[in-house]
């Protein structure tokens, strides 16, 4: 029993290779790949050569990189967290054969999984498949960021994932998937207003089929926001920014967006320096806040209430909400996974434009 996966051998070159599976053990399950979500920011990094994992040595204890032996090297294989499964054989009652599972095994055409270590969802019968790449991790990342902003908010007293957006006016920076997924969140707890900020007119766009108010970056968005929500004298701009684009330029413009003692919870994954975010100037003179949410971690004093699981479930939640619209406008490729190496390649060399591209794998992909 033999999986394709996706496999980068070295920076620019992508292809697929045949893995051995294991045996499904007592416990266990096998799933096949039916959809595979491509994380373009993340996986792009390794295709290009600039993953900080790459060049640097990552001590997780310390949680410090450092000067040394790469934590990672090439080929790099089975990347990716966005995979829906079916399965096909199941040696557990914790899933039975047949149910579709999202997952974050990696681009590749099955897995076999240990329920004692492997996290797994079970899709309900409603929702789209294809939207299931966002149960196991995307749409945890994007509800983390909410959840930080509530805790900024309400500390430990958090209720709602939406306690940190309600009622105030919001600005999310970015309108790649984090960004839209993220404000189809803001949108769905009850936020006064949210305004999606970019640079491509194309991707406002679909912020705005999502719900979203939208202002073109280069246009010095902070400006226009500041003159147009006032609080009090000299209490000006959004409530609360999510940054969601892995570009110093935008942090800094995120940090402008921002009222005074405002909070930036940044979602975004920067693998240059930071010499446009210029510490001295509206971070210094606005005695802002800037949080970082990663789904490694939510807020202190909530993990035991806002664990993985119930972050996924709040996806699904937004999902059967406003799935109808995320599906017509947020995927934009579908591919089969055959395809996958050429696409991720094209991507990275930017022969290509993508928002949310998902790698379809049939039964005919392998053959059979």
Known sequence: MTSEVLSIEKPGEVCLVEEKLPGVPDGGFLARTVYSGISAGTELTFVKGTNPYLSATWDP?????SEGEPSVSY????????????????RTRAVREGALVAMAYGHRTAYVADPMTDRFVELPGDLDPMLGIYVAHMGPICANGLLHAAHDLHGPAVRQLGDGVQGRRVVVVGAGVVG?????????????????VDETPARLEIAAALGAGTLTAGDDPAVTLKQRWRHAPGDRGADVVFQCRGQARALALGLRLLRPQGTL???????????????????????????????????????????????SYET?????????????HVITDVVAFSDGPRFLTDLAARRLQSVQAVLRHDVQDEGG
């Not at 080929?75 to 199941?90: D, F, K, L, N, W």
């Not at 839209?180 to 999606?196: M, Q, Y």
């Open 316 to 328: 699904i939640a937004l999902l059967r909400k406003c799935g109808g619209r995320l599906r017509e």
């Open 265 to 311: 919870v940044d979602l975004a994954f920067y693998t240059q320096g930071a010499d446009e975010v210029r510490l001295g100037e509206e971070f210094h003179h606005n005695g802002l806040a800037l949080r970082c949410a990663q789904i490694g971690r939510v807020p202190r004093g909530l993990a035991h209430a806002w664990d993985r699981e119930r972050l």
């Open 180 to 196: 839209l997924l993220t404000a189809s969140f803001a949108i769905s707890g009850g936020a006064a207003e949210v305004v999606v």
């Open 75 to 90: 080929p790099v294989r089975g990347i990716g967290y966005m995979q829906v499964g079916r399965v096909v054989e199941t």
């Open 61 to 65: 204890a310390l949680g410090l990189f």
